[in-house]
Each structure stands twice: as structure tokens, then as C-alpha cells.
């Protein structure tokens, strides 16, 4: 387990923090389970492939001496190590016709500042656990987006939450392109549903299932002006491809790009729709999952 190899290295003073797995089949249970289950007075969450810098447990701490402060965290990053059509993931994710709004989860930018979920991301993200638990921790119902809509509740209490850039970890991206989708059709379920839940919906949130509506009735209305924006965004990903492929250096992504990025777009959009149509939970907050917490690490004082 890649995040358990980092851990062994990290400076921060060995017996002032312990270290919990959650094993079972639903992230957002097995976290609040393990948050239950934890003694100290942050919680940091990280997957089991996230992989640490030595520091790390440091510089969130640091963060925490301001009181107004509920997270912190900081980006996921691509290993150069990955195969072509995983860094073409990785970067299509940075990039502002990827990513968008949220790249900076998948990229360093800028110095530590208060921030919002947009910059945040759970397989490197840490909570105050007084406050984590006395909000029931993460809406069981929802994965993935479940840190999202915490941390929209904390936001709204007037909390902040802070981006570390430097508080970076290492994490490959889907193996797959059959991955790849399965995981875009997710996060836009996720975000679907996360949006019934909190009640409130950001119009950028219809923007992918918007453009996947009018890229399958256009071409079906015969009315060549119409394909025009259709085009201009085809050109656009091509720019992209081009240009996330020069930045990198890196001419095996280009084709790869030039399938993510629609990918991306079209079926996050069909996730979205799904999510907001279908939602997969039923009925009050809570559900009920076997989940095993094991303490692989425990404070020595």
C-alpha cells in the first residue's frame, strides 16, 4: 500500500500521530467509521495509493494553529512514471478546458490560501475532527462528491478552508480508458446528486450535460449554422491536446488528449443527468455498510 510506504518516512514525531485503514465497499462510511474510531485532534484523509512527502503531516498542522480553520489540503498529482494515456488524464484535469474550475485539486498553483471545495480533494485532505464529527461526519449517501457537500456546510458556518499547494501528494490515474469513463460518469452522478441534496444548484454544474444534449440533437435538426459551436468546441480541444502536449513535452498524450477531453465533458455531463434524475440514495442520511477499521499505528505516548 503506496499512502502506508510514505507514511513510514514522514518527520513528523512518531508518536504523536497513529494511523487507521477503513476496509469495506463504500468510502464515505469507512471514513466516518474511522474518524469515530480516531483519538487525535485532526483527521487526515488519504487513498491507499496517495503518496506523501515526508513534511506533510507538518505543514497541515501548521495551518491549524489559525481556530478559524476546518481543512486542509492540497493537490493530487500525476506520477511522470504513469503511462501516456494516464498523464494525458492528469493533464487534461490541470488544464483550464479540463479541470476548469476545479484543476487546481490536480495541479500546483500559487502559495497556501483560504479557499473553497473547488481547490480541495479527499485522497489528500484533512478536517478538524471535533468539527468533522459534530457534523456527522460525511453524508453517507453520497460518493463520490461526499467531502464537497461537507464542506459546503462548513463554508456556509463561516469556517475556512485552506489550499497548500506544497501539502501536494502523487496519484495515478485511472489504468483504463474503460476506467476513465466509468469514473467521469461518477464524479457527475456524484455531482447530481450532492446538488439535490444541498438544495442550491451552481449553473456551471449543467454546463457538460448541456453541451452532451446538444451535441446529440444538433446534427439530428439538419441546420448546418447550428453544428458551428459544436465545431468551435471540437477546435478547442484540439488547441488543448496541442497545447498540453507541448507544455509537457510529451507527444504520446496528443492523441490521447484528443479523447480525453471530450470524454470528460460529455460523460461527466451524463453522470450529472443521471444523478439528478435517478439519485441512487433513498430515504434519511444514514445507511448501513460492514465496514472493519484496523489501528496500524498507535500514539506510543
Known sequence: MHALAGLATTTYPAHLFEVLIAYGCQPSVQRNAAARAARGAILYFLDDDSVVEPDFLERAACHYRDGR???????????????????????????????????????????????????????NLSFRRDLFLAHEGLDERLYPNEENELMDRLQREGHQLVHDPELAVERSQRRSYRAFVRQMYGYGRGRGEQTLIAGALKPITLAPSLLLIYALVVPLLGIPLLMLPLLAYFAIALLASLQGSLASKDAGVFPRLLLVYPTLHLVYGAGVIRGLLRPRYRGGKQTHWDVEVRRVKAFSD
Open 69 to 123: 480553520v476546518a481543512a486542509v489540503g492540497g493537490p493530487s498529482l500525476t506520477p511522470a512514471s504513469d503511462t501516456p494515456l494516464q498523464r494525458a488524464i492528469g493533464i487534461a484535469f490541470a488544464s483550464a478546458v479540463g479541470g476548469g474550475g476545479v484543476r487546481n485539486r490536480y495541479r500546483k498553483s500559487g502559495s497556501a490560501r483560504y479557499s473553497s471545495d473547488n481547490e480541495l480533494i479527499l485522497c
